[in-house]
């Protein structure tokens, strides 16, 4: 069984960073794509980054030139740094992976159990 384990939420300052971690473990063949989503009460879930097998990236308009994702495929990681946070930035993160694991034949999605981003004065 796959698990997506996330680390590095917390509460910040306006204009200050944060970087979240997701690390996934168990049979993992290939990671397809893996990323983050939020939830901000009341709102629907959104993308705010992921990133592809082949390292292609992908960021939600409200975020570009300020979040960065990145991984370390050694340790099947993935790191969501965050700068120049605003208040509207406040959410749950969740941690999102389509994992092929060994002897499957379908990917299959995967989610963390969310990590709390509060950005206050």
């Known amino acids: 069984q796959v698990q997506l384990v996330e680390s590095g939420g917390g509460l910040v300052q306006p204009g200050g960073s944060l970087r979240l971690s997701c690390a996934a473990s168990g049979s993992i063949f290939s990671i397809n794509a893996m990323g983050w989503y939020r939830q901000a009460p009341g709102k629907q879930r959104e993308l705010v980054a992921n990133i592809t097998s082949g390292g292609s990236t992908n960021y939600a308009d409200s975020v570009k030139g300020r979040f960065t994702i990145s991984r370390d495929n050694a340790k099947n990681t993935r790191y969501l740094q965050m700068n120049s946070l605003k208040p509207e930035d406040t959410a749950v993160y969740y941690c999102?992976?389509?994992?092929?694991?060994?002897?499957?034949?379908?990917?299959?999605?995967?989610w963390g159990q969310g990590t709390q981003v509060t950005v206050s004065s």
């Open positions: 999102n992976a389509q994992i092929l694991e060994y002897g499957s034949r379908w990917s299959n999605d995967y």
